[in-house]
């Protein structure tokens, strides 16, 4: 399996219904796969930080097979906008 | 019912004495090297008393005094930064059957992890959110402990 930053956004965006996905491959950061993800989803509402990194954990559960490095973002649409006017 | 698992823990521990060697680490944290494989036992239970030996448990790579990896770096960062010098460390790089054990132990693919209390907290990001947001001092609280940056802030108040 070929884990890019493209097919990561594809799955997140598809299986978890998320409305804005950025991914960023930090692979030259630490010298093996690792990826650093932005994932704004509805399904985050009124969940706790853990749950929402075990629902994207969940998600990716191949992929993260192959991958080091893993630090994600999850916010909800509404953190999104505030971070944005930020 | 706290000191019926402290008892059964003490029981534990002798019965399993020749398999476990503690070696002390000069800045304080005692690292367990564990040498029995963790897959073919139920590691749920020496796992699961090693995170409740301490109120706060970290797995990361390397040591406190040096880690050798940038997010493990981050948890060690931030646990100073709060005054938090008194925790289990547990180098995952000594000991694969470990860094394995505790991925499958917490459902959680990476390392650093971190455990308040023998709870799961997560890992480096979200350790450096709670750590932003406040939730840290808050969690730090009601392990009993006082965090650091609260005087912090009181000295800056009373300029």
């Known amino acids: ?86 | 019912m706290n000191h019926l698992f402290r008892l059964s823990a003490g029981l534990l521990r002798s019965g399993t004495a020749g398999l476990y060697r503690r070696r002390p680490v000069p800045e304080g944290h005692v690292s367990l090297v564990v040498a029995r494989l963790f897959s073919s036992e139920p590691e749920n239970s020496e796992l699961g008393q090693l995170i409740k030996k301490d109120k706060v448990v970290v797995f990361i790579k390397g040591t406190p005094a040096q880690p050798m990896c940038g997010f493990s770096n981050a948890v060690v960062q931030i646990l100073r930064m709060h005054g938090v010098d008194d925790y289990a460390s547990y180098n995952v790089l000594e000991d694969q059957d470990l860094r394995q054990g505790v991925k499958n132990f917490s459902n959680w693919p990476t390392i650093p992890q971190v455990y308040f209390n023998g709870e799961f907290v997560g890992g480096c990001d979200i350790l450096l959110q709670m750590h932003q947001n406040g939730d840290l001092v808050e969690e730090l609280k009601k392990l009993g402990i006082h965090s650091a940056l609260l005087d912090a802030n009181k000295d800056e108040q009373k300029k």
């Open chain 1, 1 to 86: 399996m070929s884990i890019t930053a493209e097919s990561l956004r594809n799955k997140l965006t598809a299986e978890m219904g998320a409305v804005h996905v950025e991914v960023e491959d930090t692979t030259t950061d630490h010298c093996s796969t690792s990826f650093k993800v932005l994932i704004v989803c509805p399904q985050f509402e009124g969940k706790p930080l853990l749950q929402r990194h075990r629902m994207v954990n969940t998600c990716l559960a191949e992929e993260l097979k192959e991958i080091h490095a893993f630090e994600q973002k999850t916010l909800t649409p509404e953190q999104w906008e505030k971070q944005k006017a930020d």
